[in-house]
């Protein structure tokens, strides 16, 4: 069982160059997230999607942008990477919206120079 | 809004001990979910175990249990007899829809735990 799959696990940038996080599941699930972990900063929400066309801002969307192409899959862009942006992303869905158990990718470390 | 405190950065306990993880919460819901997630170094998110604000019982499953009081907005992660495997990130998290707040789970910053043989 597949669950949650994100691309790339790792990447390398320089900062001002563009990327985009792939991030699909398997488990028929409405919605879906984006975290970020920083050292000493626990998960924070940077955008999350609902349901399939909706999107909305979350913790710290600042810099980002994403699409939910279909239910399966969400999808996280850097336009113009910052060092700041250096950090782990993991995707994540959920049955319920709320109330539910997150799934998580093995999430994508990204390293802006 | 919400906000998980977790007040131990760090933690060494001694193979066998049983250990408890301190999380207190806020939150202006009256139906909302609370979460325990197990990080590993290899970096992986494994959920432990869920306690709805609702349920009487105390949520257990094998050696988790949740010491949940909700008067004192605290989940507490019970870990008995600690094995080896047990060091890891141990994040509290919650759930709930503030009428206009984000979806998902807000988190902690995590407890490291390190079980010393």
């Given amino acids: ?113 | 809004a919400q906000k998980i405190t977790q007040t131990q950065p760090g933690m060494f306990v001694q193979e066998k001990e049983a250990v408890t993880l301190d999380c207190t919460y806020d939150t202006s819901d009256q139906s909302y979910g609370l979460f325990w997630y197990k990080q590993p170094s290899s970096g992986e998110m494994i959920f432990l175990i869920y306690q709805g604000s609702y349920d009487e019982q105390n949520a257990t499953e094998g050696r988790y249990s949740l010491n949940f009081q909700k008067a004192r907005k605290s989940a507490n992660l019970v870990i008995s007899a600690s094995q080896l495997g047990d060091s890891a990130m141990y994040f509290c998290a919650m759930s709930g829809y503030s009428g206009g707040g984000a979806d998902g789970l807000t988190f902690g910053k995590g407890t490291h735990l390190i079980i010393q043989p």
């Fill in chain 1, 1 to 113: 069982n597949a669950g949650v799959t994100q691309t790339p696990k790792f990447q390398v940038l320089k900062t001002g160059q563009s990327m985009t996080l792939q991030c699909a599941q398997d488990m028929n699930h409405n919605s879906m997230y984006w975290y970020r972990q920083d050292p000493g900063m626990g998960l924070r929400l940077i955008y999350y999607s609902a349901s399939e066309g909706t999107t909305d801002k979350g913790e710290v969307p600042n810099g980002y942008n994403v699409s939910r192409l279909n239910k399966r899959e969400f999808s996280l862009r850097l336009e113009s990477a910052a060092p700041s942006q250096t950090s782990v992303y993991f995707c994540a869905s959920s049955a319920s919206r709320n109330t539910g158990e997150l799934f998580f990718g093995e999430g994508s470390r990204l390293t802006v120079l």
